[in-house]
């Protein structure tokens, strides 16, 4: 059995998703910032996951402590430490007793987003035992405590997207689409794993923080590399700066078209959106109900107050009401068909999901569509200065790539080549049709692509 828990604050209301939180058997947890800073007693909130430990089940918590959105992860809170500490502690006369910890690294390509990329990743189980881990048992060391909550920090930032700024993100996905271009048959795994490689070689370089270090007389060199890199990121920069100015993608550098490749394709695109746009319609006024219903829902739970750490709460809005008028519009569309319901019963959900396929395509159509005429208005002397840009950043990222990072120099042969159908690649036409038709999100292009009618390349304010 999986036992979770959530704040406190999210019991005891006259609500469904409070009623599903407690009849799911969710231990409340109490945090001192929802007291005013002031103690508070979990003691009785510890007990019960520790009975629970003790039974076999698992324990799902969150040990960040808030639901948050920033590039860099918080300092985790010493509960799960603590926790496993308690439990070995009671069970310290059972030579067989041992309890294990899963951490979870999560990374999200735009969360704030509709449709955008969520990476969750298992990381390998930390077992502990009475027996090897005598550190554990009480009396216990505080020191003992956060070594283990850091060496959980480690592991999840290990793989997952840590990063102090935005600013690093950003040039480092620009670094990973100039590195692997458009059509890289990679999974999102892989995506990740090399957008953070080129985050750690920034933070590793990073003369803003080197200097902080320097004034509080610790011996920090900067060597030739550290300052390649830095002058690197800061051009990345300027290169997504002036793409985002012209409102156009990398990949349009990187594969110059003729005016009448440009022209061809405009009237490709815009004619598939008319027709995916068309074919979208029917479902689209039975999704109309879960979209107003869900934006009212929504937007009236912001007004009761600041939203900074109620994202949890405006998730599971979205997901209730969305639900429940998406089954009222479903029963609705039965009724009203009962001589032949038993086909509606099928069809009505069947065409409400493919509208969503078919939006997304006929949104992608149009945004390529936009792209292409925006690429009209640049000049050509504009995009050959563009142009020798990026190839001056693609020889620079190159050279770091293969001789100081050690990936391959060859990133589209390497993923083809490195797996199947595993992690989201497809290889066969067969596979790649019926992907379209699976209940999971299908293999994309762009791994940082959103359901916007623009790239989304920038991410919320710093602070």
């Known amino acids: ?10 019991f005891g209301h006259r609500t469904f998703t409070s009623w599903l939180i407690e009849s799911a058997g969710t231990v409340p947890i109490k945090r001192r910032k929802d007291y005013n800073n002031g103690d508070v007693d979990n003691s009785q909130a510890m007990n019960k996951l520790m009975d629970a430990l003790e039974l076999g089940d698992a324990v799902c918590v969150f040990p960040e402590g808030a639901s948050r959105y920033h590039p860099t992860i918080a300092p985790l809170k010493t509960g799960v430490a603590r926790l496993v500490s308690d ?7 059972d030579p067989n007793f041992s309890i294990s910890i899963l951490t979870c690294s999560i990374t999200y390509m735009h969360r704030q987003h509709f449709r955008s990329d969520v990476l969750v990743t298992f990381n ?14 009480a009396p216990v060391q505080h020191d003992d405590i956060r070594a283990l909550t850091e060496r959980m920090h480690q592991q999840i930032s ?8 935005w600013e690093f993100v950003r040039s480092a996905k620009m670094a990973t689409r100039i590195y692997a271009p458009l059509g890289t048959r990679m999974s999102l795994g892989d995506y990740v794993r090399i957008t953070r490689t080129f985050v750690e070689a920034f933070k590793a370089s990073d003369d803003t923080e080197k200097s902080k270090r320097t004034a509080e007389d610790q011996s920090i060199e900067f060597t030739k590399e550290d300052i390649e890199l830095n002058q690197l990121r800061r051009d990345l920069k300027d290169y997504q700066d002036r793409l985002v100015h012209w409102g156009i993608k990398d990949d349009r550098i990187a594969r110059p078209l003729s005016l009448r490749t440009i ?17 979208s319609l029917p479902g689209l006024v039975l999704w109309t109900p879960v979209f107003i219903t869900t934006f009212i829902a929504v937007r009236n739970f912001k007004r009761t107050g600041p939203i900074w750490d109620t994202f949890d709460e ?25 001589p032949s319901a ?3 019963t099928f069809l009505v959900p069947a065409m409400m999901w493919m509208t969503l396929r078919w939006t997304e395509d006929a949104i992608s159509a149009f945004r390529a569509f ?14 050959n200065e563009i142009r020798m840009t990026r190839r001056d950043l693609h020889s620079r990222l190159m050279n770091l790539t293969v001789g100081t990072l050690g990936l391959p120099d060859d990133p589209e042969k390497f993923f083809v080549e490195r797996g199947g159908k595993e992690k989201g690649r497809v290889r066969s036409t067969w596979d790649s049709g019926a992907k379209y038709f699976s209940v999971r999100r299908r293999r994309k292009r762009d791994w940082n692509e959103t359901l916007r009618l623009y790239d989304q390349v920038d991410y919320p304010e710093e602070g």
């Open 158 to 165: 290990s793989r997952t997207i840590d990063s102090p700024s």
């Open 314 to 338: 405006i998730a599971q809005y979205k997901l209730v009401y969305g639900l429940f008028s998406g089954l009222s519009v479903w029963a609705a569309c039965v009724l009203f068909t009962l």
């Open 1 to 10: 059995m999986l036992r979770l828990t959530a704040k406190s604050t999210q």
């Open 87 to 93: 439990v070995l502690s009671r069970n310290r006369d």
């Open 342 to 344: 038993a086909i509606t």
């Open 370 to 383: 936009m792209a292409l005429a925006r690429l009209l208005c640049v000049g050509k002397k504009t995009l």
């Open 124 to 137: 390998p189980p930390m077992t502990f035992t009475p027996k090897d881990n005598p550190e554990l048992l």
């Open 263 to 279: 022209s061809m394709r405009m009237v490709i695109r815009l004619t598939w959106f008319i027709c995916l746009f068309t074919i």
